[in-house]
């Protein structure tokens, strides 16, 4: 079945960077674009961006431009989320989804587990 | 503050119908699908409804979606007590050229 499966909780100093994987199976990882979303501890989904798998090409949203950086080894079927310059309030859970467009609709199915990024002196 | 607006919070008893409420402007929701995820405690969110009232394959008919001007709306009902979960409406913004969320109803079946 379609999966996404990431890598393991991080902890982090103020300042450094963090890179975060999501492996796909149980389709082809070139044919659908991969989004990044995430969710600090009790609180709402935030989108950061996304990623086509295929050209490499991808778009942030505004908030994470200059600190966020997708890319993808196709090879493995896996795209990485790296954040870098991590401040306390980058805390938070960083799921990673497929999307799914059909006729000028898009939206994310299946999501990744989450990984938890805790950024603390 | 999310760009989207929801309740905080919904509850109800089994058997009940619930609805959640999901207001935006005329960038996302008033020119966009809206989708609705639903979060069960300490798991990733997962599609639930998608294109305003489209139920993927899996996803009960007691669950139903709609969509006017720039609200929306989630129905549950025949409520039952594994439906507790926080549930977010999302769309795409247009003039913010971004995906926005609303801030979650965390569901509460009494």
């Known amino acids: 079945q379609v999966q996404l499966v990431q890598s393991g909780a991080e902890v982090k100093k103020p300042g450094a960077s963090v890179k975060v994987s999501c492996k796909a199976s149980g389709y082809t990882f070139t044919s659908y674009d991969i989004n990044w979303v995430r969710q600090a501890t009790g609180q709402g989904l935030e989108w950061m961006g996304w990623m086509n798998p295929n050209s490499g090409n991808t778009g942030y949203a505004q908030k994470f431009q200059g600190r966020v950086t997708m890319t993808r080894n196709t090879s493995i079927s896996t795209a990485y989320m790296e954040l870098s310059s991590l401040r306390s309030d980058d805390t938070a859970v960083y799921y990673c989804a497929r999307v799914m467009a059909v006729a000028s609709s898009s939206w994310f199915d299946p999501w990744g587990q989450g990984t938890l990024v805790t950024v603390s002196s | 503050q999310s760009v989207l607006t929801q309740p905080p919070s919904a509850s109800g008893t089994p058997g009940q119908r619930v609805t959640i409420s999901c207001s935006g402007t005329?960038?996302?929701?008033?020119?966009?699908?809206v989708y609705w995820y639903q979060q069960l405690p300490g798991t990733a969110p997962k599609l639930l409804i998608y294109?305003?009232?489209q139920r993927p394959s899996g996803v009960p008919d007691r669950f139903s979606g709609s969509r006017s001007g720039t609200s929306a709306s989630l129905a549950i009902s025949g409520l039952r007590s594994e439906d507790e979960a926080d549930y977010y409406c999302a769309a795409w913004d247009d003039s913010l050229n971004n995906w926005v969320f609303g801030g979650g109803t965390k569901l509460t079946v009494l």
């Open positions: 005329s960038s996302n929701i008033g020119s966009n699908y």
């Open positions: 294109r305003n009232n």
